[in-house]
C-alpha cells in the first residue's frame, strides 16, 4: 500500500509540473490578441471580440504560434518580455522563504496551496480581460510555483530515497516538464482558435482542481504525513554556501540559459534569416520533446549502471548543449534549425536528470534529510535563467547579434562542463562522516542530537 501510494503521490506531483508548464506557454496564442487591441483601441480586450475573433478562424494566426509571439513596435517587445518574465522573477524571490517553510511543515500541505493558487491564477488568466490583469495572473503563478514545484519535486526525493527509483521518478517529472512546454502552445492555440480564449485555462484550472482533491484524500495536510516530529532541515542559506551544492546550481541555471535565451528570440531570426512561415516557427520547438525524453531515459539508465558517473553524465549535457548553440546560427533552413534544437533539449535532459538526485543525495550524505531547501535552489537556479532570458536576450541580439548570442551561450556552457569535475568524488561520501560532524559543530539541539553525539565521541 505504501508502494502504491508513492506511486500515486508522483502521479499528483507529475500533473502539477505538467500544469505549471503548460500555463506557463499556454498564453502564448493570446498575447498577439490582447497586444493588437490595446494598441488598436486603446483599452481593454473583451472576451468575445478579441483581434482575430475567437471561434471565426483568427485571419493569418497560426494553430502552432511561436513560443513568443514577435511584436511590431518596441514598447509591445517589453510588455511581452516583461509579462513572460514576471513570473520567474516572483518565483526567484519567493523561493527562500519556501524553500524554508517546506522544510519545517513538511511537503504536503505547500504543494496543496501551490495547487490552490495556480488555480486562482489560471481563473484569472480566463477572465482576464487587459494587460494589467494577465500581468497579475502570471505574478501569482509565479507565487504557485515557487511552493507547487518545489515541494513537487523535494517529496519525490524523500519517498523514493532509494537509487536509481530516486533517479526514475525524478526523470518522469522532468519529462511531464518537458511535455508540458511543448504542447502548451498547439493546445492553447486549437482550443483559443475553436472554442474561445477561456477554454483553455478552464481545461488547466479543472484538471488542477482534480489534482488537489488527489492530493487530499492521498495525504492530507496535518496527518500522518506531516513532518512534526522529523529533523529540521538544513537552513537555506548554509546549503547556498555549501562549495558542491553550488557547482550544481551554477551547471542548472547555465545549461537553461540557451532555451531560455532562445525562446524570445529564435521566431524573429527564423523569419528575417531565412523567411519562416508561421506553422514554421510554431513546429521548430516540437520535434525537441523526443530528445529530450530519450536524453531522460538514457540518464536513468546509465546512472543505474554507473552511478558514480553522475557527474560525467552532467559535463557530456553540457558539451552537447555548448555544440549545439553555437550550430544554430549556420542554419539556413527549418529543418536544419531543428537538429540543434534538439541537442540542446537532449543536453538539459542529461544536466537535470543526472544533477538532480545529487542534490538529494549531498542532502543525505552532508546535511539532514530534509529536501525543500535544496531545491528551493535548484528552483533559483532555473528562474535566473527564465527572468533574465524575456528581457535580455532582444537586447543582446539588439546591441551585439543573433550569432554572437549563440556563441556566447555555448562557450559558456563548453567552459563550465569540466567545473563538474569537482562532484567525481561526491559518490564516496558516507552520510555517518556528514552526522557527525553536523553534530560537533552546530552542538546538541534536543534530546536525539545529545545523544548522538555522545554516542559519536565513545
Known amino acids: 500500500e505504501a508502494r502504491r501510494q508513492r506511486r500515486l503521490l508522483l502521479v499528483v506531483v507529475c500533473v502539477a509540473l505538467l500544469l505549471d508548464n503548460m500555463l506557463y506557454m499556454v498564453i502564448v496564442p493570446i498575447i498577439p490578441d490582447y497586444i493588437a487591441t490595446m494598441r488598436g483601441g486603446g483599452g481593454t480586450a473583451g472576451p468575445s471580440a478579441p483581434a482575430g475573433g475567437n471561434g471565426s478562424g483568427g485571419g493569418n494566426r497560426?494553430?502552432?504560434?511561436?513560443?513568443?509571439?514577435?511584436?511590431s513596435g518596441g514598447n509591445e517587445d517589453v510588455q511581452i518580455g516583461v509579462l513572460f518574465a514576471s513570473k520567474a522573477i516572483l518565483q526567484l524571490l519567493v523561493n527562500p522563504l519556501s524553500g524554508t517553510l517546506i522544510d519545517r511543515v513538511g511537503y504536503e500541505a505547500p504543494l496543496l496551496a501551490g495547487l490552490a493558487v495556480m488555480f486562482l491564477s489560471t481563473a484569472t488568466f480566463a477572465f482576464a480581460e487587459n494587460y494589467a490583469t494577465l500581468f497579475a495572473a502570471r505574478s501569482l503563478q509565479g507565487l504557485g510555483s515557487a511552493f507547487a514545484d518545489t515541494a513537487g519535486i523535494a517529496l519525490i526525493a524523500d519517498r523514493y530515497a532509494e537509487e536509481p527509483a530516486r533517479s526514475r521518478a525524478l526523470g518522469t517529472a522532468l519529462a511531464c516538464i518537458s511535455f508540458g512546454s511543448l504542447a502548451a502552445p498547439p493546445f492553447g492555440g486549437v482550443l483559443y482558435e475553436f472554442a474561445g480564449k477561456r477554454v483553455p485555462f478552464l481545461v488547466l484550472a479543472c484538471v488542477c482542481v482534480l489534482d488537489g482533491?488527489?492530493?487530499?484524500?492521498?495525504?492530507?495536510?496535518?496527518?500522518t504525513g506531516a513532518r512534526a516530529n522529523m529533523p529540521v532541515g538544513t537552513p537555506i542559506h548554509r546549503l547556498m554556501i555549501d562549495p558542491y551544492i553550488a557547482v550544481v546550481a551554477g551547471a542548472l541555471a547555465t545549461c537553461n540559459i540557451p532555451l531560455a535565451f532562445l525562446e524570445p528570440t529564435i521566431a524573429n531570426w527564423m523569419k528575417d534569416s531565412m523567411g519562416a512561415s508561421e506553422w514554421e516557427v510554431g513546429l521548430t520547438w516540437l520535434p525537441a520533446f523526443f530528445p529530450h525524453v530519450l536524453g531522460v531515459y538514457v540518464t536513468v539508465r546509465l546512472a543505474a549502471a554507473y552511478p558514480h558517473?553522475?557527474?560525467?553524465?552532467?559535463?557530456?549535457?553540457?558539451?552537447?548543449?555548448?555544440?549545439?548553440?553555437?550550430?544554430?546560427?549556420?542554419?539556413?533552413?527549418f529543418g536544419q534549425v531543428i537538429i540543434p534544437l534538439c541537442g540542446i533539449c537532449f543536453g538539459i535532459a542529461l544536466v537535470d536528470t543526472a544533477l538532480l538526485p545529487t542534490l538529494a543525495f549531498l542532502?543525505?550524505?552532508?546535511?539532514?534529510?530534509?529536501?525543500?531547501?535544496?531545491?528551493?535552489?535548484?528552483?533559483?537556479?532555473?528562474?535566473?535563467?527564465?527572468?533574465?532570458?524575456?528581457?535580455?536576450?532582444?537586447?543582446?541580439?539588439?546591441?551585439?547579434?543573433?550569432?554572437?548570442?549563440?556563441?556566447?551561450?555555448?562557450?559558456?556552457?563548453?567552459?563550465?562542463?569540466?567545473?563538474?569535475?569537482?562532484?567525481?568524488?561526491?559518490?564516496?561520501?558516507?552520510?555517518?562522516?556528514?552526522?557527525?560532524?553536523?553534530?560537533?559543530?552546530?552542538?546538541?539541539?534536543?534530546?536525539?542530537?545529545?545523544?548522538?553525539?555522545?554516542?559519536?565521541?565513545?
Open 363 to 458: 542532502v543525505d550524505v552532508r546535511h539532514v534529510s530534509v529536501y525543500g531547501s535544496v531545491y528551493a535552489i535548484a528552483d533559483i537556479s532555473y528562474c535566473v535563467a527564465y527572468a533574465l532570458g524575456p528581457i535580455v536576450a532582444g537586447q543582446i541580439v539588439h546591441t551585439m547579434g543573433f550569432a554572437q548570442l549563440n556563441l556566447g551561450m555555448g562557450l559558456a556552457n563548453v567552459l563550465y562542463a569540466p567545473v563538474l569535475l569537482f562532484l567525481k568524488n561526491v559518490c564516496q561520501m558516507k552520510p555517518s562522516h556528514s552526522e557527525r560532524n553536523i553534530l560537533l559543530e552546530e552542538g546538541p539541539k534536543g534530546l536525539y542530537d545529545t545523544i548522538k553525539m555522545e554516542e559519536r565521541k565513545g
Open 309 to 333: 558517473l553522475q557527474w560525467f553524465y552532467g559535463a557530456l549535457g553540457m558539451a552537447i548543449i555548448g555544440a549545439s548553440s553555437c550550430l544554430v546560427p549556420a542554419c539556413r533552413n
Open 62 to 71: 497560426s494553430l502552432l504560434p511561436a513560443r513568443y509571439p514577435p511584436a
Open 213 to 223: 482533491l488527489l492530493l487530499f484524500v492521498l495525504a492530507p495536510p496535518g496527518g
